[in-house]
């Protein structure tokens, strides 16, 4: 069997996997609206934690940090790190607080419509869902690149099949299978980024031999007083923790969390998980740099020149479907969970069970736009800042509040 035809086959097996233990936790329990939407107070620290980490941690994390890290050095890979590490962190103590004014809350727009009313909820709601359509977008766009960089396949048919196996399960089982398929992910994501990691420095010769070319060629890279670094690291500071603020799957894990304990610990604690695992994903960009790889696709096309055996690769493979699926389904829940809270308002005397309908309705609605932008192949970094920046403006008069 060719490397192409083995990355295809390893694609289905990963891609149906997930969704089985997706669809067969959702068959455990019957389904309610609040439980789609939240699953309130149901999840313990170690549970809570690799949900957090497992929904934050798509699979940008191996195409804008190495970007990031092959362009702009330690410096913009300590920014990256700091601005998405820091949201949770902040959430571990504004969790609570949101936990204490609104105990039966769904999201933040909820909260921003009782304290500004109408017209900020409205603004709150659109970058809520503005900035999760396009993480949407830029997720499926990095799956389908991995998998045509890898094994040829169209953008547009890698989309479109991990994008309906996620519906399978989600659409079903809502946030707890959501959160359920999350930590089994959490265990595959975690060690085989360090495998990516430890093979490639090996295959380099060792961390010395590693990055003595770039030493040479471009040193700015690896120190932390480099201009344009550290100006592109504050940038991605400003912009990722204002967007991780509208991420409604992060309000969703608050509500999901069985005690105020529960949030600051598990919060807390992936904070200190996600700073190593950005480091070391903006440090294989660095690497990259020995063949001159700059772009998005710096890790794979690091993979492929390093002429790896083929179980590495398949490895890659199902580390890059894991991440994705890990945030796709997070992302399609929270979705759904904020429109969700809307139907409620607008049709208050519709049977939950139609509300449900309406919302899975909408959720795919959201997804098909999702599946043609990814087949275009847009540059995941720019995707995301574009959604960032747009966050920025309005964190301010709403968090504040």
């Not at 390893?10 to 669809?23: D, E, K, P």
Request: charged content about 10%.
């Amino acid at each position: 069997m060719t490397l192409s035809a083995t990355a295809v086959a390893v694609t289905l097996i990963t891609v149906a996997s997930f969704t089985l233990i997706g669809l067969l936790q959702a068959s455990r329990r019957n389904l309610s609206l609040e439980d789609y939407m939240v699953s309130r107070n149901s999840v313990g620290t170690p549970m809570a934690l690799a949900t957090i980490v497992a929904s934050a941690m798509g699979a940008w994390i191996l195409f804008s940090p190495p970007e990031v890290g092959a362009t702009s050095g330690i410096a913009g890979i300590a920014g990256y790190c700091i601005g998405q590490a820091t949201p949770a962190a902040l959430f571990a103590f504004m969790g609570t607080r949101m936990r204490f004014l609104m105990p039966r809350g769904h999201s933040l727009n909820e909260y921003v419509l009782h304290r500004f009313g109408q017209a900020m909820y409205r603004l709150t709601l659109g970058i809520v869902v503005f900035y999760m359509f396009v993480y949407l977008a830029a997720e499926l766009t990095a799956i389908a690149k991995a998998v045509e960089l890898m094994a040829g396949v169209p953008l547009w048919l890698t989309a479109l099949l991990v994008m309906a196996a996620v519906f399978a399960y989600t659409l079903v089982g809502g946030l707890a299978a959501t959160i359920f398929t999350d930590a089994i992910q959490f265990a595959v994501i975690v060690p085989l980024l360090l495998l990516s990691f430890g093979i490639a420095v090996f295959a380099l010769g060792g961390w010395g031999n590693a990055i003595a070319p770039v030493t040479q060629a471009a040193p700015e890279l690896l120190t932390l007083s480099n201009g344009p670094g550290i100006k592109f690291g504050a940038t991605l500071v400003i912009a990722v923790i204002a967007a991780e603020m509208f991420n409604q799957t992060n309000w969703q894990r608050i509500y999901a969390c069985k005690t105020d304990q529960v949030v600051r610990r598990s919060f807390l604690g992936s904070f200190l998980v996600i700073l190593p695992m950005l480091m070391i994903a903006g440090l294989l960009g660095i690497l990259a740099m020995n063949f001159g790889f700059n772009d998005d696709r710096a890790f794979f096309s690091l993979i492929q020149a390093l002429n790896l055996p083929g179980w590495v690769s398949m490895a890659v493979l199902v580390l890059v479907l894991a991440l994705v699926m890990s945030s796709l389904d997070s992302l399609l829940n929270g979705i759904a969970s904020v429109l969700t809270t809307d139907l409620l308002r607008i049709f208050p005397n519709r049977s939950a069970s139609g509300i449900l309908r309406i919302t899975r309705l909408l959720t795919v609605l959201v997804g098909i736009p999702a599946i043609l932008i990814a087949s275009r192949g847009y540059n995941v970094l720019y995707l995301f800042l574009l959604a960032d920046l747009v966050c920025a403006g309005a964190l301010f008069p709403v968090l504040f509040g």
